[in-house]
């Protein structure tokens, strides 16, 4: 396969969430990849504020905490912004053009693309191919973010000793991470027409995403992720949030409020259905091949079971190290495969070209 002509430098992928780092190594063997590396690391409430990055220093030495745990093979990384913080559009342009050719054209219509001041902005694109339905043409994804967004989150990885390549966006990290796994994982589901519907259900935020042919046809982000459920539950501050969380994923909700785990999940699912319901507004498709859950929600029975209740297709927890079997010194961190998915995105997409 043409993508493994960059030898043998591995591909790394971090993922900076609200609530950790996390980081994923994948090197390029025969006709798939093997998992070399795997890195978490906490972030203290104060570093990431709505998205945002608000403490560059304290956020690269954790950066570079989290490195400590990986090969060391490569400084070359693959990021993202939050879906939330950018847009994407297609556009369709001659067949013909290049790249330099393309970049010319959305810089003579970045203001009908991007609803930004060009100066403000960082924006980038990538072929999808040539166009279904319009003969000589090609698709052309561009994704733009404000230049704020993308300069610190460079500027983190530049400070822990690191070169950042790829600067992408989380939703379309997921998507890759899932037209790679979904293949081998649930073959049913990824041959199937229909779209699948994607819950990234985080510790502050959940979005909503349709993958429809290999690609974001729609997403939605909405506050509120575990940590809401977990801020219920936890007295008034008294019990810690670890402690809770431990307690959720091993099915221990003995000595848990069924009341406020019952309001989180009926919230979840409201709000996931208003989600739906905008997408299917303008849909021919009216169901889904699947529901796949990543991120942390998919490692907490209560919320799985729950959604199972909710709809009439299957619900997948989808974990990459199901797929990419874990050196054994990281056979503990298998279970926890759910939280990596993006940054599984993120090293995947090191083995395809950008523009910068």
């Not at 847009?87 to 010319?104: T, Y």
């Not at 303008?282 to 091949?289: E, L, M, N, R, V």
Request: proline share 4%.
């Amino acid at each position: 396969m043409g993508l493994f002509g960059l030898g043998k430098k591995p591909g790394l992928g971090i993922d900076i969430a609200t609530d950790a780092v996390k980081a994923v190594e994948l090197l390029p063997h025969e006709d798939t990849y093997q998992v070399i590396g795997v890195a978490e690391h906490a972030l203290p409430k104060s570093v990431i504020t709505e998205d945002e990055i608000v403490d560059i220093e304290k956020l690269a030495k954790i950066v570079v905490q989290a490195r400590k745990k990986l090969s060391g093979k490569t400084k070359d990384v693959v990021s993202a912004v939050s879906g939330n913080l950018a847009i994407s559009k297609q556009i369709a342009v001659s067949a013909d053009l290049d790249d330099e050719a393309i970049a010319e054209k959305i810089e003579a219509e970045a203001e009908a693309l991007i609803p930004f001041p060009l100066n403000e902005v960082r924006y980038d694109f990538e072929s999808l191919g040539d166009h279904p339905t319009i003969l000589g043409q090609q698709r052309v994804l561009v994704t733009a973010t404000r230049m704020v967004s993308v300069d610190t989150r460079v500027q983190v990885f530049e400070d822990a000793g690191l070169n950042v390549t790829i600067m992408d966006v989380d939703n379309q990290a997921i998507l890759r991470a899932c037209n790679y796994l979904l293949p081998h994982l649930q073959p049913e589901v990824a041959s199937s027409k229909l779209p699948i519907l994607v819950l990234d259900i985080g510790m502050h935020t959940t979005q909503t995403i349709v993958l429809n042919q290999g690609e974001v046809s729609f997403n939605r982000f909405q506050s509120g992720g575990i940590v809401s459920m977990l801020s219920s539950l936890d007295q008034n501050g008294a019990v810690e949030h670890g402690e809770l969380l431990a307690k959720l994923r091993a099915n221990e909700l003995e000595d848990l409020s069924d009341l406020f785990i019952q309001d989180y999940l009926g919230n979840l699912w409201s709000q996931t259905n208003r989600g739906v319901q905008m997408y299917q507004s303008g849909a021919s498709d009216k169901t889904f091949a699947a529901l796949v859950v990543v991120n942390i929600g998919a490692m907490i029975p209560v919320v799985l079971e729950s959604l199972n209740q909710q709809v009439s297709y299957p619900v997948i927890a989808l974990n990459p190290f199901d797929h990419f079997p874990l050196p054994e010194k990281l056979q503990h961190l298998h279970d926890h495969g759910p939280r990596f998915v993006e940054a599984v995105g993120l090293a995947l997409r090191s083995f395809t070209p950008w523009h910068t």
